[in-house]
């Protein structure tokens, strides 16, 4: 009977496990490259006060965050490495990214 109430645990654990790729050991979390690019982006909280996307690209190793104004036709984007560095900086019109 001990057996069976351990294996049952196990699988209730193991049912509780967590699929947020959020944290990952060496990788900044998501609220704090937000933060970082929050700070960097110098029209911040106006006009560009919208964050539009806050994606972990893991082929290329950074968070893409991207900030709009409230018609979401203008915007800017950062790219912040999992280390917490901004690398890449650049400008949204419509749906072009430049």
Request: charged share 25%; proline share 5%; aromatic share 14%.
């Amino acid at each position: 009977m001990r057996y069976l109430a351990l294996l049952l645990a196990m699988f209730v654990l193991a049912g509780c496990e967590s699929t947020d790729d959020t944290y990952v050991p060496g990788r900044i979390p998501r609220e704090t490259a937000i933060a970082i690019a929050m700070q960097a982006n110098k029209q911040y909280p106006y006009p560009l006060s919208k964050v539009t996307r806050a994606a972990w690209r893991p082929e290329h190793g950074y968070w893409a965050i991207d900030f709009k104004d409230e018609d979401e036709e203008y915007g800017k984007f950062y790219l912040v490495s999992g280390r917490g560095k901004i690398v890449g900086v650049g400008r949204i019109q419509g749906d072009q990214y430049y």
